[in-house]
């Protein structure tokens, strides 16, 4: 189930807003600026999909998000506990960074959290099958895949080099939550 919490950035401990209602998470999200759905997700795909039928399913969503926003490229990110380098990719994604687009996933499968860190407030946003999040351009923020990754994402980008990360050098994320799968 999709959940958020919210803290302020100084207090790990001092929950000041939880929920797992998506409209919730829909209207929390909203005010601040990111974008959160639900997509309906009657394709059954797992991890090791081939990323041409994972986009098939999904064509007339990602259309729609295409001409509203201009995405120029796109791609599908799939782990699952068995990958090698499961450990050195959760790490590359744990630390505070920024990105100078969008950051756009739609979970096709699987679950992974976003952290993001706005006007003093950490927001952790569960994300799992069917939810698609949007994180605005220069957004501070952090992804956990957990230990035990086990996701299918579709990623969408303004930019065709994909996903740039910008990293801010704070040790923050390593205050918060962390997936645990």
Known sequence: MSAIRIYNDSDTTNLLFGSDNNLSIHNKLGEIGVRFEQWQTAASIAPGAAAEDVLAAYRTDIDRLIAEQGYQSMDVISLDASHPQKAELRQKFLSEHTHSEDEVRFFVAGEGLFTLHIDNKIYEVLCQQGDLISVPANTPH??????????????????????VANFTGSDIAERFNRLEN
Not at 148 to 163: C, E, K, M, T, Y
């Open 142 to 163: 952090w992804f956990d895949m957990g230990p035990n990754p086990g996701f299918v994402a579709i990623r969408l980008f303004n930019n065709p080099d994909g996903w």
